[in-house]
């Protein structure tokens, strides 16, 4: 009798599950009125009045869906709109709007290098703790890639010293696992010093950094820059969903009729078009939610570090804090959940340096007395060696 062809999935369930990795969805309940530290709503702007009616109205006026992808019938007055405001707001030429921030990363990638002897750049040189969508962008590449050591413009410098031709450096702005910045001027340096260009993913920075939220790149410097470009998420501070590439006019020209996410997708929903725009509109009112975030985060760290617990310290919005192992990181989240705290569990193959971690997320919107009692509910259901 011929064997089961996924058999083999059920050897790799006892595997994972023996390591403490296996996971699992739990869909989240409407109104809960737990303090919630696992999502990515920076600016607490997902549910706000604002927000929440500029998606509903987007939909009753163009649909639930876009109906087709971004050449066909997928572009609304909406989309351009959002990318006509989201370039201004971050000082970019251009910019252009995909389903998933993770499309948009894909299509920065894959249509900004080709293989050698095309024209384009044929180095990929990426950050060792980049996000899981540079990484595929990497790999869907036809380029040569070259993975250096986190945060290090020395080494970054050093391979393209040693290419030949043109290159393009890819990194996080803010890396998602510990919430650290990556050191942009430096790196944009060593790019121009050998001709490269610099993609930012700038997904942790967008609403957190910058003048009034308008992300690392800007406050780097290098908003607008011919050599720069950025890609960003709408689905954290601006509380919808969605992505966007940000940069010179002629690279968003290049990327309608090459980047592969953009062409062959369906448009974003013209609800998150909408909502985004929204939450745009009130971070521009509102600058202040920018800083408070900062504020929240360092909160967290400078508490859950003076009571003994291992994190590191943000630069933005992540808060990250290590467990002794990750079977503890599930507990411990489960724990904190049963208290009424959602958090983040961070394990391997998440986490760059196999070190399981709580990872916590900053809101604008939590009052001190939240804070004070998501600190209490951490310190309280920590494990022995955390």
């Known amino acids: 009798m011929p064997q089961d062809p996924f058999d083999w999935i059920d050897d790799r369930r006892a595997r994972l599950e023996s390591a403490g990795l296996l996971r699992s969805l739990r869909p989240r309940a409407a109104g809960s009125d737990a303090v919630d530290l696992a999502g990515n709503d920076y600016l607490g702007l997902t549910r706000h009045e604002e927000v929440t009616a500029a998606a509903g109205e987007a939909a009753r006026r163009w649909g639930a869906g876009a109906t087709g992808s971004r050449l066909v019938t997928g572009s609304t007055q909406l989309h351009a709109q959002l990318e006509e405001e989201l370039a201004a707001f971050c000082g970019a030429e251009s910019a252009l709007v995909f389903s998933s921030g993770y499309a948009a990363n894909l299509a920065a990638v894959t249509a900004l290098t080709g293989p050698p002897g095309g024209g384009a750049p044929s180095l990929l040189v990426s950050d060792e703790a980049n996000h899981a969508s540079l990484i595929d962008g990497c790999r869907l590449s036809r380029a040569e890639r070259a993975v250096v050591p986190h945060a290090d413009p020395d080494a970054v410098a050093k391979t393209l010293a040693a290419h030949d031709g043109p290159a393009l450096a890819v990194t996080d702005s803010v890396f998602s696992v510990d919430g650290d910045a990556a050191p942009l001027p430096a790196l944009a340096a060593a790019c121009r010093a050998h001709g490269a260009a610099l993609l930012v993913d700038d997904a942790h920075g967008l609403g957190v950094l910058g003048d009034g939220g308008r992300g690392a790149v800007q406050a780097a410097g290098l908003a607008g820059a011919g050599d720069v470009v950025a890609t960003v998420t709408l689905s954290k501070s601006l509380g919808s969903q969605g992505g966007a590439v940000l940069g010179p006019a002629r690279v968003v020209e290049h990327l309608v009729s090459t980047a592969r996410t953009f062409i062959f997708d369906t448009g974003l929903a013209p609800a998150a078009a909408g909502g985004a725009l929204a939450a745009l509109e009130v971070l521009r ?90 600190v209490e509910t951490i310190l309280a259901t920590a494990p022995e060696g955390a």
């Open 285 to 374: 009112r509102e600058p202040w939610r920018a800083a408070r975030v900062r504020a929240v985060a360092a909160e967290l760290h400078g508490t859950l570090t003076a009571a003994g617990l291992t994190a590191a310290r943000p630069d933005a919005a992540v808060v990250s804090v290590h467990a002794p192992s990750p079977g503890a990181a599930v507990r411990w989240a489960a724990d904190c959940r049963a208290a009424g705290l959602l958090v983040g569990c961070f394990r391997p193959p998440s986490v760059p340096d196999g070190i399981s971690r709580l990872r916590l997320t900053a809101r604008a919107d939590l009052s001190d007395a939240q804070v004070a009692r998501a």
